[in-house]
């Protein structure tokens, strides 16, 4: 079974703070992603990446980074976390094979900031 | 604007009954297809895909329409189980780039 697993559950964070969000596979997955989910929007791209050190901004970057270290682990950072970024935050994975866009997802990390 | 709409939020249906999920799009470059379902608490899971050669996928209970020109899909579950309860987003790529996703529809089937 694919796994794909996320740090923290629930996270709760002051305003200015710089929250760090860890994400590990262990399928060899080329490709790794991190989403956000919010009511009314549904799943919205942060950022991706398609190979080690490799990071692409995906359509709402502003106010996060990401790192990309080794294949495995891809960290989604919030340089000072402000209160429109409370929201669930999904990490995925996926092969590279352009015939399977089919994702795995974590169970999510729900950061609160105050 | 957004690129892959899901204009029900929410659909209640009785056991045993039809559900039927629908999905818009509008980038006519989009050429593969999918479903994911995501219970409470959990991430999303696959569901179904379909190809933009194809009209129809069907996977047990599940099968997933796609109108190319009215760039319309739809997810039918029959019969609809108390189990299939959960949010079920539709998603989309073009040439095997990243998913777009739907704003979700939530699904509640009674017993």
């Known amino acids: 079974d694919v796994k794909v697993t996320q740090s923290s559950r629930y996270l709760v964070k002051r305003t200015g703070e710089k929250v760090f969000l860890e994400c590990v596979q262990d399928?060899?997955?080329?490709?790794m992603f991190w989403y956000r989910q919010d009511p009314g929007l549904g799943l919205r791209l942060i950022y991706f990446s398609y190979d080690v050190k490799m990071k692409e901004k995906g359509d709402i970057p502003e106010g996060y980074s990401v790192s990309r270290e080794k294949k495995e682990r891809f960290s989604l950072i919030l340089e000072s976390a402000s209160t429109n970024q409370t929201s669930m935050y999904l990490c995925?994975?996926?092969?590279?094979?352009?015939?399977?866009?089919?994702?795995?997802f974590g169970s999510g990390t729900q950061l609160s900031v105050l | 604007d957004q690129q892959v709409k899901q204009n029900s939020p929410s659909l209640s249906v009785q056991e045993g009954r039809i559900s039927i999920l629908n999905c818009d799009y509008t980038n006519s470059m989009f050429d593969y297809f999918l479903w994911y379902k995501k219970y409470p608490a959990e991430g999303p899971t696959f569901l179904i895909s379909?190809?933009?050669?194809?009209d129809k996928n069907e996977d047990g209970r599940f099968t997933v329409f796609l109108n190319k020109s009215a760039k319309h899909l739809s997810l039918h579950i029959v019969p609809s189980q108390p189990g299939d309860s959960a949010v079920y987003f539709c998603?989309?790529?073009?040439?095997?780039?990243?998913?777009?996703f739907g704003a979700g529809t939530i699904l509640r089937v009674k017993s």
């Open positions: 399928m060899d997955h080329e490709n």
């Open positions: 998603a989309a790529s073009e040439d095997g780039n990243k998913l777009v």
């Open positions: 379909i190809s933009s050669i194809k």
């Open positions: 995925a994975s996926g092969w590279a094979s352009a015939t399977n866009e089919k994702l795995f």
